[in-house]
């Protein structure tokens, strides 16, 4: 059956006139007729009885009726949902995050809109070497980790199995130093690590191995290496040490907008490499929602994450390489 055919079909039983039906279908009285008679001819049954006043419908024509009304308003309901799978606002997203990604990276990439309602978000805290894994797998749609300080001389490592996959850069953040609010040097504008006292706590390679490079690195350039040094596999356990006052830890900046009691997060004086957190997806994967996702992602400023009590004064930085040598 012809789905135009069905449609002023439908027309017609509702207004219960040929003529009536023609005008909200605009169209002229002949064609519509001449449909009509064609359907009926195809069913072989008779749809409508005609008379003076207009057209009733046998038996044939009220089931028709009713079956063309569900039939029409679930054609429209999948051809909505269609576009809304084709366009990602409609489907799902897996996300596999490294677990010494902050929580709050994932707001910075996207917002309710590039989700939407219709989105079904399954997100998952793993090592990198899972993240990894489990976009290799399909069990995720994309995957966010830190990646390693760059070597120089060597090409990027991003991790072993990462072959293979589309990597991104999403944000870049400095390292901070996390100390228990009564430290000494916890009122400090920005501290040396050289300088701090106290036991390290090391987020361990099982957490993030990308962090923990950068975290040891850090470390080495303080040559602190003959301090207690405490390791943790993630990173609420090495805060809830900080809090008891067990030792200092570093953390990717973007944890200074994490509320923890018991803690301050101070910026470093010494140069640190900057911390990437990359996404990374099958280039072979063509779901809807994770282009959305990558499209908000990939064009998002990246954010100032020291905030304005740690920006540096830009008079005074002006002024003073205006100053004569």
């Given at each position: ?10 027309a017609?039983?509702?207004?219960g ?5 023609a005008?909200?279908?605009h ?8 449909r ?25 024509g009220r089931?028709l009726?009713e079956r ?7 054609l429209?309901?999948t051809?909505?949902m ?27 990439l ?20 899972e ?12 995957g ?9 001389g ?5 991790h ?21 609010e009564?430290?000494?040097a916890?009122?400090s504008?920005r501290?040396d ?18 962090f923990?490079?950068?975290?040891r ?33 570093l953390l990717?900046a ?5 509320s923890w009691?018991?803690?301050?997060t ?14 990374l ?32 004064d ?8 205006a100053?004569?040598?």
């Amino acid at each position: 059956m012809d789905l135009r055919a069905l449609e002023c079909f439908l027309a017609v039983a509702d207004e219960g006139s040929i003529s009536r039906a023609a005008t909200s279908l605009h169209m002229t009285q002949p064609p519509l007729t001449v449909r009509l008679q064609n359907l009926e001819r195809e069913l072989g049954v008779a749809l409508l009885v005609r008379h003076g006043r207009g057209v009733d419908l046998t038996a044939a024509g009220r089931l028709l009726a009713e079956r063309t009304r569900r039939l029409l308003g679930e054609l429209a309901l999948t051809t909505d949902m269609v576009r809304a799978v084709g366009s990602g606002t409609h489907g799902s997203l897996g996300v596999a995050a490294g677990r010494t990604v902050s929580p709050q990276l994932l707001p910075r990439l996207v917002d309710g809109a590039t989700l939407g309602p219709d989105v079904d978000l399954v997100m998952d805290e793993v090592a990198d070497s899972e993240v990894v894994e489990r976009v290799h797998r399909r069990d995720a749609h994309v995957g966010l980790l830190h990646l390693p300080p760059v070597e120089p001389g060597r090409p990027r490592h991003v991790h072993g199995r990462a072959r293979g996959l589309e990597v991104a850069v999403v944000a870049r953040e400095p390292l901070v130093a996390v100390l228990p609010e009564g430290h000494p040097a916890a009122g400090s504008e920005r501290v040396d690590l050289a300088d701090l006292q106290g036991p390290r706590i090391m987020i361990s390679d099982r957490a993030g191995e990308g962090f923990a490079a950068h975290a040891r690195a850090a470390w080495a350039d303080a040559t602190r290496g003959d301090d207690a040094r405490r390791e943790v596999s993630s990173v609420m356990h090495a805060l809830a040490l900080v809090e008891a006052g067990a030792g200092i830890t570093l953390l990717p900046a973007q944890y200074l907008a994490s509320s923890w009691p018991g803690v301050r997060t101070r910026p470093l004086r010494r140069y640190t490499a900057v911390v990437e957190t990359a996404a990374l997806w099958r280039a072979d994967e063509d779901t809807p929602v994770l282009k959305r996702f990558l499209r908000a992602a990939l064009s998002t400023p990246e954010p100032d994450v020291l905030g304005p009590p740690y920006w540096r004064d830009r008079r005074a930085t002006e002024a003073g390489s205006a100053a004569p040598a």
